[in-house]
């Protein structure tokens, strides 16, 4: 099971050296988006003001006191923690064809940029989404923060299926429900759906101030249409619909253009509305995806 290796030792310690590639939250003030200000811990000192009757003793500053007989609290300048929902496709299709693994590839990765994001001390969750008879089952775990309960996503990870239809519209509709704050959401799915329902399931996204992030999970079979040559029975796996394919160069020649002339689409779309794209091709490659092609594309660094 690929998605268990997310969980192992040797595994973790490789993406111990990553860290996402975010822009941390900021406090929203009328007409202005800046750096919020908070008294207590922060990365560094902002600036001083005169003690209050409430204000935590903790942050008196006793040099200021001696130097000039006055009380001064410290403030601090500080960058707000971000909420990371990692978005993964469960639906049917995802199971096919069996050795691309493509569901264990994306709970993987999903899982993996978890950990990431829980070094950072932001607050991380993973949920799965597919339609079942027209209504949709969109799971997720609870926030996550400290890598200490990283190991708690595991029943969730290795429990998933992958079953019923993708209708990715329908599943960010129900996540935006939740009415969070504006954070990151990472979407990892193989996006052989329509071009509409895709187009504004991310714009929907973008519009609730989300940073959205976009991993398009692909197989090394299904990708390069690498089957062996003959006469096919072919079975939709989310409508059941069946028909006669004939496999060889020609249909692996128009696997290959299909997955070409996707990508492309998704690409452009996503870079016109300032969305990440970054394909994730070929369960193989889990490794040198997540430490060379996410961070050069800037999903991680």
């Not at 939250?25 to 008294?39: D, E, F, K, Y």
């Not at 969109?138 to 209708?167: I, M, N």
């Not at 779309?269 to 060379?292: D, H, K, T, W």
């Amino acid at each position: 099971m690929l998605e268990a290796r997310a969980f192992e030792p040797d595994f973790l310690r490789k993406l111990d050296r990553l860290v996402l590639g975010i822009k941390r939250a900021r406090t929203v003030r009328s007409g202005q988006r800046t750096l919020g200000r908070i008294q207590g811990l922060g990365l560094e000192v902002e600036n001083f003001k005169e003690y209050t009757p409430g204000d935590d003793l903790r942050f008196l500053d006793w040099n200021a006191m001696a130097r000039l007989d006055d009380l001064l609290i410290r403030t601090y300048r500080a960058e707000r923690q971000v909420e990371i929902t990692m978005v993964v496709d469960a639906s049917a299709s995802m199971a096919f064809p069996q050795r691309d693994d493509k569901l264990g590839f994306a709970l993987a990765l999903g899982a993996s940029l978890a950990y990431i994001a829980m070094g950072d001390n932001d607050a991380a969750r993973i949920a799965t989404f597919s339609a079942h008879r027209g209504r949709m089952n969109l799971e997720k775990t609870t926030f996550r923060r400290r890598r200490e309960s990283y190991v708690d996503l595991k029943a969730f990870v290795t429990r998933a299926k992958a079953g019923g239809e993708t209708r990715l519209g329908a599943a960010i509709d129900e996540l935006l429900r939740e009415r969070r704050p504006a954070g990151v959401v990472i979407v990892i799915s193989y996006f052989l759906v329509s071009q509409t329902d895709y187009e504004d399931a991310l714009w929907r996204l973008v519009g609730a101030r989300h940073e959205v992030k976009v991993i398009h999970v692909l197989g090394e079979q299904e990708s390069e249409g690498a089957y062996p040559p003959g006469l096919y029975l072919v079975r939709d796996a989310e409508t059941g619909e069946t028909r006669q394919t004939v496999f060889g160069p020609d249909f692996a020649a128009a696997c290959r253009r299909k997955v070409e002339a996707l990508s492309a689409r998704l690409s452009e779309f996503c870079r016109s509305r300032g969305i990440v794209y970054a394909p994730a091709f070929g369960a193989q490659n889990l490794e040198s995806i997540l430490s060379r092609e996410l961070p050069r594309l800037g999903i991680i660094r």
